[in-house]
T-cell receptor, first 114, second 119 residues
Framework: NAGVMQNPRHLVRRRGQEARLRCSPMKGHSHVYWYRQLPEEGLKFMVYLQKENIIDESGMPKERFSAEFPKEGPSILRIQQVVRGDSAAYFC????????????FGPGTRLLVL | AQSVTQPDIHITVSEGASLELRCNYSYGATPYLFWYVQSPGQGLQLLLKYFSGDTLVQGIKGFEAEFKRSQSSFNLRKPSVHWSDAAEYFCAVGAPRGYSGGGADGLTFGKGTHLIIQP
């Protein structure tokens, strides 16, 4: 029973490029959360999605960041025109239900912006 | 706004000794409470959770936590630590079912406690 999968595990981008991070939830889970972890910090909530629907994006930066969870395929977190301050670990979590059920985390994508 | 405080940034414990990691929260209601562990370069693994009921919660790897409403605390304990317990520990809170007090739908995490095990 596969857990939450994220790829790539490591991503290096130069300033101004685009970063695409993918997340496949656990089997049977239809809710996905994205979090960002800066060095020496805890995780910060970014966005909460259900298939084809953004439920809460209150933690997303207003510019350059977007997320989707299509009917088919993984959830995508997209960062356009990356800057050095975007360097962080990005974690995806999934849950089976609409409310604060237990969230299961993926291994994360470590983004480094040069 | 909800918040989680883990007052100890680093804790050093001798192998075989007991452990207590502190967590205090601020929330408009009794939230769902979680403890996660993160090994270097890895994702987060759920240790235990509290939704309701018995305030002493048992988790994996011999960990337990006690919810104290009067102190808004959810401290993590282990009677005897092992070298493999060295990791980063995060306390988190989430909105309980039916909560309409506002705030983000995601979990709110503390900044973590780094546990070091001395031989």
């Amino acid at each position: 029973n596969a857990g939450v999968m994220q790829n790539p595990r490591h991503l290096v981008r130069r300033r101004g490029q685009e970063a695409r991070l993918r997340c496949s939830p656990m089997k049977g889970h239809s809710h996905v959360y994205w979090y960002r972890q800066l060095p020496e910090e805890g995780l910060k909530f970014m966005v909460y999605l259900q298939k084809e629907n953004i439920i809460d994006e209150s933690g997303m930066p207003k510019e350059r960041f977007s997320a989707e969870f299509p009917k088919e395929g993984p959830s995508i977190l997209r960062i356009q025109q990356v800057v050095r301050g975007d360097s962080a670990a990005y974690f995806c979590a999934s849950s089976p239900g609409l409310y604060q059920e237990t969230q299961y985390f993926g291994p994360g994508t470590r983004l480094l912006v040069l | 706004a909800q918040s989680v405080t883990q007052p100890d940034i680093h804790i050093t414990v001798s192998e075989g000794a007991s452990l207590e990691l502190r967590c205090n929260y601020s929330y408009g209601a009794t939230p769902y409470l979680f403890w996660y562990v993160q090994s270097p370069g890895q994702g987060l693994q759920l240790l235990l959770k509290y939704f309701s009921g018995d305030t002493l919660v048992q988790g994996i790897k011999g960990f337990e936590a006690e919810f104290k409403r009067s102190q808004s605390s959810f401290n993590l304990r282990k009677p005897s630590v092992h070298w493999s317990d060295a990791a980063e520990y995060f306390c988190a809170v989430g909105a309980p079912r039916g909560y309409s007090g506002g705030g983000a739908d995601g979990l709110t995490f503390g900044k973590g406690t780094h546990l070091i095990i001395q031989p």
